[in-house]
């Protein structure tokens, strides 16, 4: 942001330029155009003779145009860009949402319940970045997190309402019939919260 000061405000557009080329707004471009024209008038009336109230007038107003630019140019220039793609973004969000709600279901089974973690079947349940609740999600749930035919889904519910639940993934992998197969790839989106009849 001393650049201009420093330079004489010949330096003064260089600010201006490197917000232009971070950002590629018109604005930064005519605001660097203009304050380069003004250096070189600086330039032009350092080397002549002349004497005139005039090249100081411009020299002060370059000087007080390429701080200004500077100033409002320093969030464009350093502010790091996220380019990161939006769906890698979405993925990100949801795996910490996940996180976020398997700490809630771990510390917190009866505030877990009250808030329908992994219960994409309730309206308005908490955001839980796609986590479902073995335990408590109807069929249809499970099929939209878990992807299983509607006939698995179906089976797996009214197998686990006849046991009134389970106490974990590892029992019901155990003691629920199902090729154990069908969980795999799964863990990281199942939980298990104590069981609710319905």
Not at 33 to 43: N, R, T
Not at 78 to 100: S, Y
Not at 160 to 165: P, S
């Amino acid at each position: 942001m001393l650049l201009p000061v420093l330079s004489f405000t010949i330096l003064a557009w260089v600010p201006a330029a490197q917000a232009w080329w971070r950002g590629r707004s018109a604005g930064w471009l005519t605001t660097a155009v203009g304050l380069l024209l003004a250096s070189v008038g600086v330039l032009y009336g350092m080397g002549s003779d002349r004497d005139g109230a005039g090249w100081g007038l411009l020299l002060i107003g370059n000087g007080i145009g390429g701080v200004a630019a500077a100033v409002m140019a320093r969030p464009v220039v350093f502010n790091k860009r996220d380019d990161t793609d939006p769906a890698i973004r979405g993925v990100l969000r949801d795996r910490e949402r996940r996180t976020r709600a398997r700490e809630i279901a771990e510390s917190d089974p009866s505030m877990a319940l009250e808030l329908n973690i992994g219960r994409p079947d309730v309206p308005g349940a908490y955001a839980d970045g796609g986590l479902i609740d073995l335990n408590n999600a109807s069929a249809a749930g499970i099929v939209r997190v878990l992807g299983w035919t509607t006939t698995t889904a179906e089976r797996f519910v009214t197998e686990r309402d006849t046991r009134r639940g389970y106490a974990s993934l590892t029992e019901i992998v155990a003691l629920s019939g199902f090729d154990p197969r069908t969980f795999d790839g799964h863990a990281d989106r199942i939980v298990v919260l104590p069981y609710r009849p319905r």
